[in-house]
């Protein structure tokens, strides 16, 4: 019998065309897997529209995904990866991929990933945690990285290197939530893990993917700028050990389920945590399927094992 899968794309937040491009490379591969694929995207308004493009309401979106056998949240951001479609899903009683509610809400939250991070014995970067009101009595000192507590793809992150750049760079990330986070700029190599759980308790880690670019990587680096991204990683045995590690003490910590990524500087005294992406973006040519395909594993065939392990859960 073949399954019947929604893949749900765009969303009302910074991340939409991002996430658009995630779909669309999902609802190809899927395809070509044999699957059923119905698209749903959700417009930069938060209206729902139906794989023609119709508009079409919340209630009638929601019928269509009790059709499916099981959906695919590829909406990257908030009110997408923080749990919020996950929690649709789960009302809607349709199995989906990915992390559930409470890993979504935590992971998508810096300051309390950081917190979490902390409580199992990973080191962040030192840093505050500042609002529209208490950003004014903040004094700076040295250089600093400023960034939305909940904000993707790096929009409104600034590299503060002296104190005039402080107040553009509060405003910005102040344009995309109401906290931010100040945090001392850690020097060291940007290391990226891939954690897939499977069913069983089986933790899988992907090839190792070093970042290198000139500066913090931010949107424009991405996604404009020229990025180089290496993978398998120049790592030791050691080094390999220590950040695969740490990202599994994560993943678990965090209730993650299906694949996540997890952000690393590699310093000097060890992994320093950056972030952690419960939806990470999701193009062939994204982070988590190099590094995937590192392993022999195809884009499509990834896709799949994500699918089959709901149905089989």
């Known amino acids: 019998m073949t399954v019947r899968v929604a893949v749900i794309g765009g969303g009302q937040n910074c991340e939409h065309e991002v ?3 995630s779909a669309a490379g999902m609802v190809r591969a899927l395809l070509v897997k044999g699957y059923e694929v ?3 995207t959700i417009a930069t308004d938060g209206t729902w529209r139906d794989g023609a493009g119709r508009g079409i309401e919340l209630a009638d979106a929601i019928r269509v995904l009790g059709t499916c056998d099981v959906a695919v949240p590829a909406v990257h951001g908030p009110r997408g990866e923080d749990g919020t479609l996950a929690a649709l899903c789960e009302l809607a009683l349709v199995p989906y991929v990915g992390s559930g509610v409470r890993a ?5 939250d810096k300051w309390t990933t ?3 991070a902390q409580a199992v014995g990973i080191v962040t970067a030192p840093g505050v945690l500042l609002t529209a009101t208490t950003a ?8 600093v990285v400023v960034k939305p507590v909940a ?9 503060v290197s002296g104190p005039d750049d402080l107040e553009p760079a509060l405003s910005s990330a102040l344009a995309l939530d109401d906290r931010m986070l100040v945090e001392e700029v850690v020097t060291g190599r940007e290391i990226d893990v891939a ?11 992907a090839p190792l993917l070093e970042i290198t670019v000139e500066g913090v990587f931010d949107f424009d680096a991405k996604y404009v700028a020229g990025t180089t991204f290496d993978v398998p990683a120049h790592l030791t045995d050691g080094e390999t050990a220590a950040l695969s590690g740490s990202a599994i003490a994560m993943y678990d910590a965090l209730g993650c389920a299906g694949v996540a990524r997890i952000d690393f500087f590699l310093t000097a005294d060890g992994p320093v945590l950056n972030e952690v992406n419960t939806m990470p973006g999701f193009t062939e040519q994204s982070q988590v ?3 995937f395909a590192a392993a022999g594993m195809s884009y499509g065939d990834l896709l799949d094992i994500l699918v089959r392990d709901v149905l089989d859960g």
């Open 289 to 291: 399927p190099r590094m």
């Open 151 to 159: 904000a993707g793809s790096s929009h409104g992150v600034s590299l």
């Open 104 to 108: 979504g809400a935590v992971a998508m």
């Open 114 to 116: 950081k917190l979490v």
């Open 195 to 205: 954690v897939l759980g499977r069913p069983g308790g089986e933790r899988m880690v």
């Open 19 to 21: 996430s658009l491009a």
């Open 38 to 40: 119905v698209s749903l």
């Open 136 to 143: 004014r009595s903040y004094v700076w000192t040295r250089p």
